[in-house]
């Protein structure tokens, strides 16, 4: 019966099905090899993919919830309604950032993907139909940068809680570089998509 935290609570250990850990106990030590030393122990590849994995979800969250904050004053100069929602979704996925890496209960990372892509789901029904409130009801809105980069960051955020979900495991051995990668690029993207909104009028 597998567990509902992908994590341990001290945020990088493996969760493992109930009865690993009495299979460990019960099989006799076996004598280690030098090849076998040099193998690190697929628990480990395993610790290191979900590692990443919540650190890259983590990272979308932040990215989406700084271009949402960005975007949330112009939204309130022109309709309040609309404002408030964007500031909404900026502080969920900010606080869902925080606590997905150390908290990462099966319900919760669901919770973010489920609500990542409603609104990422509104955003394409606005952008291909509109909506029914408003100045100009079901007046499509044009695609931008800005808005296509969270967009794009929500449905990453799904696509790697499914990883996570259904146990997928990465092909690799260490964190550091990968994260440092993912993130670097992150970074780039989030910057210019607000640089981007800050230039837009």
């Known amino acids: 019966m597998r567990e509902n935290v992908i994590f341990h609570p001290d945020c990088f250990a493996v969760a493992e099905e109930s009865g690993v850990?009495?299979?460990?106990?019960?099989?006799?030590?076996?004598?280690?090899?030098?090849?076998?030393?040099?193998d690190p122990p697929s628990s480990h590849r395993t610790d290191a993919s979900t590692q990443l994995l919540l650190l890259t979800v983590a990272g979308l969250s932040v990215g989406a919830a700084g271009i949402h904050f960005a975007v949330a004053p112009a939204h309130l100069a022109e309709q309040a309604q609309e404002g408030y929602f964007f500031v909404g979704v900026a502080i969920a996925q900010a606080l869902w950032a925080i606590l997905v890496p150390c908290?990462?209960?099966?319900?919760?990372?669901?919770?973010?993907?489920?609500?990542n892509t409603l609104v990422a789901g509104l955003w394409l029904v606005v952008r291909l139909r509109g909506l029914p409130i408003g100045e100009a009801p079901w007046t499509p809105e044009p695609f931008g940068f800005t808005?296509?980069?969270?967009?794009?960051?929500?449905?990453?955020?799904?696509?790697?809680?499914?990883?996570?979900?259904?146990?997928?495991?990465?092909?690799?051995?260490?964190?550091?570089?990968?994260?440092?990668?993912?993130?670097?690029?992150?970074?780039?993207?989030?910057?210019?998509?607000?640089?981007n909104a800050g230039m837009t009028p």
């Open 21 to 38: 850990h009495a299979m460990a106990l019960q099989t006799p030590p076996r004598l280690t090899t030098p090849l076998a030393a040099a």
């Open 103 to 115: 908290y990462p209960h099966r319900r919760l990372l669901a919770a973010g993907a489920a609500a």
């Open 147 to 195: 808005d296509t980069v969270a967009a794009g960051f929500e449905v990453a955020i799904a696509i790697s809680v499914l990883l996570l979900l259904t146990r997928v495991r990465l092909p690799v051995r260490r964190v550091h570089g990968p994260a440092l990668a993912i993130g670097s690029v992150l970074v780039v993207i989030t910057g210019a998509a607000l640089l």
